[in-house]
Protein backbone atom coordinates (compact mmCIF):
# COMPACT_ATOMS: atom_id res chain seq x y z
CA UNK A 1 0.00 0.00 0.00
CA UNK A 2 1.85 2.96 -0.69
CA UNK A 3 2.85 5.37 1.90
CA UNK A 4 -0.02 8.47 1.23
CA UNK A 5 -2.74 5.85 1.06
CA UNK A 6 -1.77 4.65 4.72
CA UNK A 7 -1.46 8.49 5.65
CA UNK A 8 -4.62 9.05 4.74
CA UNK A 9 -6.18 6.19 6.45
CA UNK A 10 -4.40 6.77 9.72
CA UNK A 11 -5.86 10.56 9.34
CA UNK A 12 -9.43 9.24 8.64
CA UNK A 13 -9.91 6.12 10.98
CA UNK A 14 -10.44 6.43 14.51
CA UNK A 15 -8.17 7.15 17.05
CA UNK A 16 -7.91 4.10 19.40
CA UNK A 17 -5.86 6.32 22.05
CA UNK A 18 -8.70 6.53 24.99
CA UNK A 19 -8.92 2.57 24.73
CA UNK A 20 -5.81 2.11 24.59
CA UNK A 21 -4.50 4.44 27.12
CA UNK A 22 -7.40 4.74 30.03
CA UNK A 23 -8.02 1.00 31.80
CA UNK A 24 -11.32 2.64 33.19
CA UNK A 25 -12.43 3.94 29.56
CA UNK A 26 -12.22 0.48 28.36
CA UNK A 27 -13.74 -0.93 30.93
CA UNK A 28 -16.75 2.12 30.24
CA UNK A 29 -16.75 1.04 26.09
CA UNK A 30 -17.10 -2.72 27.26
CA UNK A 31 -19.86 -1.94 29.61
CA UNK A 32 -21.43 0.19 27.26
CA UNK A 33 -21.57 -2.04 24.20
CA UNK A 34 -22.79 -4.84 26.18
CA UNK A 35 -25.97 -2.65 27.81
CA UNK A 36 -26.52 -0.76 24.18
CA UNK A 37 -27.45 -4.55 22.36
CA UNK A 38 -29.40 -5.58 25.65
CA UNK A 39 -31.67 -1.96 25.40
CA UNK A 40 -31.92 -2.09 21.80
CA UNK A 41 -33.72 -5.17 21.93
CA UNK A 42 -35.85 -3.94 24.46
CA UNK A 43 -36.51 -1.04 21.97
CA UNK A 44 -37.67 -3.12 19.33
CA UNK A 45 -39.67 -5.55 22.31
CA UNK A 46 -41.63 -3.18 24.03
CA UNK A 47 -43.83 -1.61 21.02
CA UNK A 48 -44.04 -5.72 19.57
CA UNK A 49 -45.54 -6.91 22.94
CA UNK A 50 -47.67 -4.07 23.11
CA UNK A 51 -49.17 -4.03 19.62
CA UNK A 52 -49.76 -7.71 20.13
CA UNK A 53 -51.31 -7.23 23.08
CA UNK A 54 -53.51 -4.23 22.54
CA UNK A 55 -52.92 -4.26 18.25
CA UNK A 56 -54.06 -0.21 18.74
CA UNK A 57 -50.88 1.74 17.26
CA UNK A 58 -52.54 4.60 19.68
CA UNK A 59 -51.16 2.44 22.49
CA UNK A 60 -47.92 1.88 21.22
CA UNK A 61 -47.45 5.49 20.82
CA UNK A 62 -48.43 6.39 24.42
CA UNK A 63 -45.65 4.46 25.68
CA UNK A 64 -43.01 7.24 24.79
CA UNK A 65 -45.30 9.74 26.28
CA UNK A 66 -45.60 7.52 29.42
CA UNK A 67 -41.23 8.08 29.15
CA UNK A 68 -41.14 12.20 28.49
CA UNK A 69 -41.82 13.21 31.76
CA UNK A 70 -39.81 10.69 33.56
CA UNK A 71 -37.02 11.46 31.65
CA UNK A 72 -37.36 15.47 32.00
CA UNK A 73 -37.31 15.11 35.65
CA UNK A 74 -34.65 12.49 36.16
CA UNK A 75 -32.19 13.79 33.63
CA UNK A 76 -32.57 17.21 35.72
CA UNK A 77 -31.61 15.49 39.13
CA UNK A 78 -29.36 12.91 37.57
CA UNK A 79 -27.19 15.55 36.82
CA UNK A 80 -27.00 17.20 40.27
CA UNK A 81 -26.43 13.81 42.52
CA UNK A 82 -23.23 13.19 39.63
CA UNK A 83 -21.76 16.39 40.98
CA UNK A 84 -22.33 15.62 44.49
CA UNK A 85 -21.86 11.93 44.92
CA UNK A 86 -19.99 9.24 43.42
CA UNK A 87 -20.13 9.07 40.29
CA UNK A 88 -19.39 4.95 40.25
CA UNK A 89 -21.71 4.57 42.74
CA UNK A 90 -24.70 6.33 41.12
CA UNK A 91 -23.45 3.92 38.11
CA UNK A 92 -23.52 0.95 39.72
CA UNK A 93 -27.02 1.15 41.39
CA UNK A 94 -28.58 2.47 37.89
CA UNK A 95 -27.56 -0.69 36.70
CA UNK A 96 -28.57 -2.48 39.04
CA UNK A 97 -32.05 -1.02 38.59
CA UNK A 98 -32.30 -1.18 35.41
CA UNK A 99 -31.38 -5.06 35.46
CA UNK A 100 -34.21 -5.54 37.70
CA UNK A 101 -36.53 -3.55 35.41
CA UNK A 102 -35.65 -5.57 32.77
CA UNK A 103 -36.54 -8.94 34.67
CA UNK A 104 -40.03 -7.18 35.84
CA UNK A 105 -40.97 -7.17 31.83
CA UNK A 106 -39.35 -10.79 31.22
CA UNK A 107 -41.73 -11.73 34.13
CA UNK A 108 -44.65 -10.19 32.88
CA UNK A 109 -44.00 -11.71 29.63
CA UNK A 110 -44.04 -15.05 30.74
CA UNK A 111 -47.60 -14.63 32.41
CA UNK A 112 -50.62 -16.41 30.75
CA UNK A 113 -51.80 -13.05 30.69
CA UNK A 114 -49.12 -10.19 29.93
CA UNK A 115 -50.68 -6.91 31.66
CA UNK A 116 -50.70 -3.64 29.68
CA UNK A 117 -50.30 -1.68 32.19
CA UNK A 118 -46.70 -2.95 33.23
CA UNK A 119 -45.53 -1.99 29.78
CA UNK A 120 -46.00 1.73 30.60
CA UNK A 121 -45.02 1.46 34.37
CA UNK A 122 -41.93 -0.57 34.07
CA UNK A 123 -41.23 1.99 31.08
CA UNK A 124 -41.73 5.12 32.81
CA UNK A 125 -39.85 3.37 35.83
CA UNK A 126 -36.93 2.27 33.56
CA UNK A 127 -36.53 5.03 31.91
CA UNK A 128 -36.21 7.50 35.20
CA UNK A 129 -33.16 4.89 36.53
CA UNK A 130 -31.82 5.71 33.02
CA UNK A 131 -31.93 9.25 33.06
CA UNK A 132 -30.61 9.30 36.66
CA UNK A 133 -27.97 7.52 35.67
CA UNK A 134 -26.96 9.14 32.47
CA UNK A 135 -25.78 12.52 33.57
CA UNK A 136 -22.98 10.05 35.94
CA UNK A 137 -21.74 8.31 32.92
CA UNK A 138 -21.07 11.39 30.45
CA UNK A 139 -19.57 13.27 33.73
CA UNK A 140 -17.22 10.38 34.12
CA UNK A 141 -15.53 10.66 30.62
CA UNK A 142 -13.56 13.66 30.95
CA UNK A 143 -12.08 11.88 34.58
CA UNK A 144 -10.57 8.73 32.75
CA UNK A 145 -9.08 10.79 29.66
CA UNK A 146 -6.75 12.88 28.94
CA UNK A 147 -8.02 16.27 27.47
CA UNK A 148 -6.09 15.96 24.69
CA UNK A 149 -8.15 12.73 23.77
CA UNK A 150 -11.57 14.00 24.04
CA UNK A 151 -12.19 14.61 20.83
CA UNK A 152 -11.07 10.45 20.01
CA UNK A 153 -13.07 9.47 22.85
CA UNK A 154 -16.59 11.90 21.08
CA UNK A 155 -15.28 9.57 17.91
CA UNK A 156 -15.54 5.88 19.65
CA UNK A 157 -18.36 6.41 21.58
CA UNK A 158 -20.21 7.55 18.15
CA UNK A 159 -18.80 4.65 16.96
CA UNK A 160 -20.27 2.19 19.29
CA UNK A 161 -23.43 4.03 18.99
CA UNK A 162 -23.92 3.79 15.29
CA UNK A 163 -22.67 -0.04 15.68
CA UNK A 164 -25.42 -1.12 18.16
CA UNK A 165 -27.96 1.15 16.56
CA UNK A 166 -27.80 -0.67 13.04
CA UNK A 167 -27.06 -4.43 14.52
CA UNK A 168 -29.24 -4.25 17.84
CA UNK A 169 -32.75 -3.76 16.32
CA UNK A 170 -31.85 -6.36 13.60
CA UNK A 171 -31.18 -9.22 16.30
CA UNK A 172 -34.38 -7.69 18.74
CA UNK A 173 -36.25 -8.30 15.71
CA UNK A 174 -35.11 -11.89 15.50
CA UNK A 175 -35.09 -12.97 18.77
CA UNK A 176 -39.26 -11.28 19.63
CA UNK A 177 -40.21 -13.18 16.35
CA UNK A 178 -38.57 -16.33 16.57
CA UNK A 179 -38.74 -16.90 20.27
CA UNK A 180 -41.08 -14.62 21.87
CA UNK A 181 -40.83 -11.05 24.14
CA UNK A 182 -39.96 -13.15 27.21
CA UNK A 183 -36.31 -14.21 25.83
CA UNK A 184 -35.49 -10.45 24.61
CA UNK A 185 -36.14 -9.01 27.45
CA UNK A 186 -34.36 -11.97 29.67
CA UNK A 187 -31.43 -10.63 26.90
CA UNK A 188 -31.71 -7.49 27.69
CA UNK A 189 -31.13 -8.26 32.04
CA UNK A 190 -28.41 -10.84 30.90
CA UNK A 191 -26.65 -8.16 29.76
CA UNK A 192 -27.17 -5.68 32.75
CA UNK A 193 -25.47 -8.37 34.86
CA UNK A 194 -22.19 -8.47 32.30
CA UNK A 195 -21.61 -4.55 32.40
CA UNK A 196 -22.36 -4.50 36.58
CA UNK A 197 -19.31 -7.54 36.67
CA UNK A 198 -17.47 -4.50 34.09
CA UNK A 199 -18.29 -1.62 35.78
CA UNK A 200 -16.95 -3.17 39.75
CA UNK A 201 -13.76 -3.05 37.94
CA UNK A 202 -13.72 0.75 37.74
CA UNK A 203 -12.10 3.16 39.91
CA UNK A 204 -14.22 5.45 42.59
CA UNK A 205 -15.11 8.89 41.47
CA UNK A 206 -16.08 10.72 44.37
CA UNK A 207 -17.35 14.27 44.66
CA UNK A 208 -14.26 17.41 45.28
CA UNK A 209 -14.61 17.64 49.18
CA UNK A 210 -16.53 21.31 48.78
CA UNK A 211 -19.18 19.81 45.98
CA UNK A 212 -22.70 21.82 46.53
CA UNK A 213 -25.07 18.99 47.70
CA UNK A 214 -27.88 18.01 45.63
CA UNK A 215 -30.67 20.47 45.55
CA UNK A 216 -32.70 22.93 43.42
CA UNK A 217 -30.47 25.07 44.27
CA UNK A 218 -27.49 23.70 42.65
CA UNK A 219 -29.89 22.33 39.19
CA UNK A 220 -30.30 26.71 39.26
CA UNK A 221 -26.21 26.97 39.49
CA UNK A 222 -26.21 24.55 36.56
CA UNK A 223 -28.72 26.06 34.50
CA UNK A 224 -27.28 29.55 35.45
CA UNK A 225 -24.02 28.74 34.13
CA UNK A 226 -25.07 27.25 30.76
CA UNK A 227 -27.09 30.20 29.51
CA UNK A 228 -23.88 32.69 30.87
CA UNK A 229 -22.25 30.09 28.43
CA UNK A 230 -22.95 31.34 24.77
CA UNK A 231 -20.97 28.46 23.40
CA UNK A 232 -23.05 26.13 25.37
CA UNK A 233 -26.51 27.49 24.78
CA UNK A 234 -25.49 27.39 20.85
CA UNK A 235 -24.79 23.59 21.01
CA UNK A 236 -28.32 23.05 22.80
CA UNK A 237 -30.30 25.50 20.51
CA UNK A 238 -28.83 24.26 17.52
CA UNK A 239 -29.30 20.27 18.41
CA UNK A 240 -32.87 20.93 18.92
CA UNK A 241 -33.66 23.39 16.21
CA UNK A 242 -32.25 20.50 13.83
CA UNK A 243 -34.11 17.87 15.57
CA UNK A 244 -37.74 19.49 15.93
CA UNK A 245 -37.47 20.84 12.51
CA UNK A 246 -35.72 17.57 10.51
CA UNK A 247 -36.51 14.77 12.83
CA UNK A 248 -38.86 12.77 10.52
CA UNK A 249 -39.14 8.89 11.27
CA UNK A 250 -42.92 9.24 11.94
CA UNK A 251 -43.45 9.77 8.09
CA UNK A 252 -41.51 7.08 7.06
CA UNK A 253 -44.36 4.32 7.27
CA UNK A 254 -45.81 6.58 4.74
CA UNK A 255 -42.89 7.48 3.00
CA UNK A 256 -42.71 3.90 2.02
CA UNK A 257 -46.24 3.15 0.74
CA UNK A 258 -45.52 6.42 -1.47
CA UNK A 259 -42.74 5.18 -2.89
CA UNK A 260 -44.08 1.66 -3.45
CA UNK A 261 -41.64 -0.22 -1.24
CA UNK A 262 -43.10 -0.52 1.84
CA UNK A 263 -41.20 -3.73 2.53
CA UNK A 264 -37.90 -1.04 2.38
CA UNK A 265 -39.45 0.44 5.34
CA UNK A 266 -36.80 -0.56 7.76
CA UNK A 267 -34.13 0.50 5.18
CA UNK A 268 -35.35 3.62 5.45
CA UNK A 269 -35.26 3.61 9.77
CA UNK A 270 -31.73 2.01 9.44
CA UNK A 271 -30.18 4.66 6.64
CA UNK A 272 -29.59 7.43 9.50
CA UNK A 273 -27.30 5.02 11.61
CA UNK A 274 -25.38 3.64 7.89
CA UNK A 275 -24.44 7.32 7.87
CA UNK A 276 -23.37 7.84 11.43
CA UNK A 277 -21.34 4.54 11.31
CA UNK A 278 -19.19 5.90 8.21
CA UNK A 279 -18.94 9.07 9.64
CA UNK A 280 -17.31 7.26 13.03
CA UNK A 281 -15.12 5.21 10.82
CA UNK A 282 -14.02 7.91 8.93
CA UNK A 283 -13.69 10.22 11.69
CA UNK A 284 -10.60 10.59 12.80
CA UNK A 285 -10.00 14.42 11.24
CA UNK A 286 -12.76 16.03 13.58
CA UNK A 287 -10.04 15.28 16.52
CA UNK A 288 -7.88 17.81 14.93
CA UNK A 289 -10.06 20.49 14.44
CA UNK A 290 -10.27 22.98 16.31
CA UNK A 291 -13.47 25.06 15.65
CA UNK A 292 -16.24 23.01 16.72
CA UNK A 293 -18.64 25.53 17.04
CA UNK A 294 -18.53 26.29 13.38
CA UNK A 295 -18.71 22.65 12.82
CA UNK A 296 -21.71 22.17 14.50
CA UNK A 297 -23.82 24.93 12.16
CA UNK A 298 -22.14 23.68 9.05
CA UNK A 299 -22.91 19.67 10.25
CA UNK A 300 -26.73 20.94 11.29
CA UNK A 301 -26.92 22.61 8.01
CA UNK A 302 -26.06 19.68 5.86
CA UNK A 303 -28.31 17.38 8.04
CA UNK A 304 -31.26 19.80 7.21
CA UNK A 305 -30.72 19.80 3.69
CA UNK A 306 -30.04 16.10 2.93
CA UNK A 307 -33.77 15.61 4.65
CA UNK A 308 -35.08 18.06 2.41
CA UNK A 309 -33.61 16.82 -1.08
CA UNK A 310 -35.34 13.44 0.90
CA UNK A 311 -38.40 14.85 -0.20
CA UNK A 312 -37.76 15.68 -3.60
CA UNK A 313 -35.53 12.02 -4.26
CA UNK A 314 -37.68 9.63 -6.26
CA UNK A 315 -36.69 6.09 -5.50
CA UNK A 316 -36.27 4.71 -2.46
CA UNK A 317 -32.50 4.26 -2.64
CA UNK A 318 -32.21 7.86 -3.49
CA UNK A 319 -34.29 8.42 -0.24
CA UNK A 320 -31.49 6.09 1.57
CA UNK A 321 -28.88 8.16 0.28
CA UNK A 322 -30.32 11.59 1.24
CA UNK A 323 -30.85 10.27 5.01
CA UNK A 324 -27.47 8.42 5.06
CA UNK A 325 -26.36 12.02 4.18
CA UNK A 326 -28.15 13.48 7.30
CA UNK A 327 -27.32 10.64 9.61
CA UNK A 328 -23.39 10.78 8.82
CA UNK A 329 -24.14 15.01 9.30
CA UNK A 330 -25.66 14.51 12.45
CA UNK A 331 -23.28 12.08 13.88
CA UNK A 332 -20.25 15.12 13.27
CA UNK A 333 -22.40 17.26 14.97
CA UNK A 334 -22.68 15.17 18.17
CA UNK A 335 -19.01 14.79 18.07
CA UNK A 336 -18.21 18.19 17.86
CA UNK A 337 -20.91 19.19 20.45
CA UNK A 338 -19.11 16.08 22.47
CA UNK A 339 -15.95 17.57 22.67
CA UNK A 340 -16.85 20.96 23.52
CA UNK A 341 -19.16 19.65 26.41
CA UNK A 342 -16.16 17.26 27.50
CA UNK A 343 -13.24 20.18 26.89
CA UNK A 344 -15.01 23.04 28.90
CA UNK A 345 -17.11 22.52 31.42
CA UNK A 346 -15.99 22.26 34.99
CA UNK A 347 -15.68 18.82 36.85
CA UNK A 348 -17.77 20.16 39.60
CA UNK A 349 -20.58 21.43 37.02
CA UNK A 350 -20.11 18.43 34.58
CA UNK A 351 -23.12 16.19 35.99
CA UNK A 352 -25.29 19.11 35.88
CA UNK A 353 -24.51 20.06 32.40
CA UNK A 354 -24.89 16.41 31.23
CA UNK A 355 -28.62 16.89 32.48
CA UNK A 356 -29.08 19.77 30.42
CA UNK A 357 -27.54 17.76 27.72
CA UNK A 358 -29.98 15.03 27.83
CA UNK A 359 -33.00 17.22 27.46
CA UNK A 360 -31.54 18.72 24.38
CA UNK A 361 -30.96 15.94 22.72
CA UNK A 362 -33.94 13.59 23.86
CA UNK A 363 -36.95 16.31 23.66
CA UNK A 364 -35.67 17.58 20.25
CA UNK A 365 -36.50 13.91 18.41
CA UNK A 366 -39.50 13.39 20.28
CA UNK A 367 -41.33 16.88 19.39
CA UNK A 368 -39.67 16.85 15.86
CA UNK A 369 -41.58 14.10 14.95
CA UNK A 370 -45.06 15.38 16.30
CA UNK A 371 -44.28 18.39 14.24
CA UNK A 372 -43.86 15.78 11.15
CA UNK A 373 -46.74 14.68 12.22
CA UNK A 374 -48.95 17.67 11.99
CA UNK A 375 -47.70 18.88 8.93
CA UNK A 376 -47.88 15.48 7.19
CA UNK A 377 -51.84 16.24 7.70
CA UNK A 378 -51.46 19.62 6.30
CA UNK A 379 -49.80 18.68 3.28
CA UNK A 380 -48.29 15.14 2.93
CA UNK A 381 -45.21 13.35 4.01
CA UNK A 382 -43.29 14.57 1.28
CA UNK A 383 -44.43 18.46 2.06
CA UNK A 384 -43.50 17.73 5.81
CA UNK A 385 -40.09 15.91 5.09
CA UNK A 386 -39.02 18.98 2.31
CA UNK A 387 -40.31 22.10 4.41
CA UNK A 388 -39.24 20.38 7.75
CA UNK A 389 -35.96 20.65 6.13
CA UNK A 390 -36.10 23.88 4.49
CA UNK A 391 -37.12 25.05 8.27
CA UNK A 392 -34.34 23.41 9.47
CA UNK A 393 -32.01 25.29 7.49
CA UNK A 394 -33.17 28.65 8.07
CA UNK A 395 -33.22 27.97 11.90
CA UNK A 396 -29.37 27.10 12.05
CA UNK A 397 -28.44 29.99 10.06
CA UNK A 398 -30.33 32.25 12.11
CA UNK A 399 -29.02 30.79 15.42
CA UNK A 400 -25.39 31.34 13.42
CA UNK A 401 -25.67 35.35 13.19
CA UNK A 402 -27.25 35.62 17.12
CA UNK A 403 -24.46 33.50 18.14
CA UNK A 404 -21.35 35.00 17.06
CA UNK A 405 -19.41 33.70 19.77
CA UNK A 406 -20.61 30.17 19.13
CA UNK A 407 -19.80 30.78 15.54
CA UNK A 408 -16.43 31.83 16.39
CA UNK A 409 -15.48 29.01 19.22
CA UNK A 410 -12.02 27.69 18.81
CA UNK A 411 -10.72 25.19 21.61
CA UNK A 412 -6.83 27.00 20.86
CA UNK A 413 -7.70 30.15 22.52
CA UNK A 414 -11.04 29.73 24.30
CA UNK A 415 -11.10 30.38 27.84
CA UNK A 416 -12.93 28.09 29.00
CA UNK A 417 -10.86 25.21 27.14
CA UNK A 418 -7.38 26.23 27.85
CA UNK A 419 -8.28 26.70 31.63
CA UNK A 420 -9.37 23.31 31.98
CA UNK A 421 -6.70 21.78 29.86
CA UNK A 422 -4.28 23.75 32.55
CA UNK A 423 -6.22 22.04 35.18
CA UNK A 424 -6.51 18.60 34.41
CA UNK A 425 -2.61 18.61 33.45
CA UNK A 426 -1.96 20.01 36.97
CA UNK A 427 -4.42 17.60 38.51
CA UNK A 428 -2.43 14.87 36.47
CA UNK A 429 1.26 15.85 37.36
CA UNK A 430 -0.39 15.83 41.44
CA UNK A 431 -1.38 12.27 40.85
CA UNK A 432 1.45 11.29 39.15
CA UNK A 433 3.67 12.35 42.20
CA UNK A 434 1.34 10.73 44.63
CA UNK A 435 1.35 7.33 42.74
Known amino acids: MPSRLRHLLRRLMPDLGPLRDSRDYR ?20 PY ?38 RRKI ?11 SAMLTVNALLPD ?27 TPQVVRHDQLGAAAVLQSLRWNVG ?10 LVTSFGTATAYAADTLSFVVSLLLLRRTTSRPPAEDAAPASLRSLVEGVRYAVRRRDLMGTYLVDIAAM ?40 GWTSRVHRQGLGVILAAAVWGAAVALAS ?11 LALAGAADMVSGIFRMTIWNQTIPEELRGRLAGIELLSYASGPMLGNARAGLMAGWGGAKFSLGAGGLLCVAAVAGL ?30 TEAGTA
Open 27 to 46: LLTASGVVTMFGTFITVVAV
Open 49 to 86: QMKELTGSPVAVGLVSLAEFVPMVVCGLWGGAIADALD
Open 91 to 101: ILLGELGLAVT
Open 114 to 140: PQVWVLYVVGALSTGIGSLQRPSLESL
Open 165 to 174: AIVAPALGGL
Open 244 to 283: VFAMSTALFPFLADQLGAARALGLLYSAGAVGGLVASLTG
Open 312 to 322: VASSVWLVFAC
Open 400 to 429: AAALPGFRRYDARTDEHALAEKARREERQV
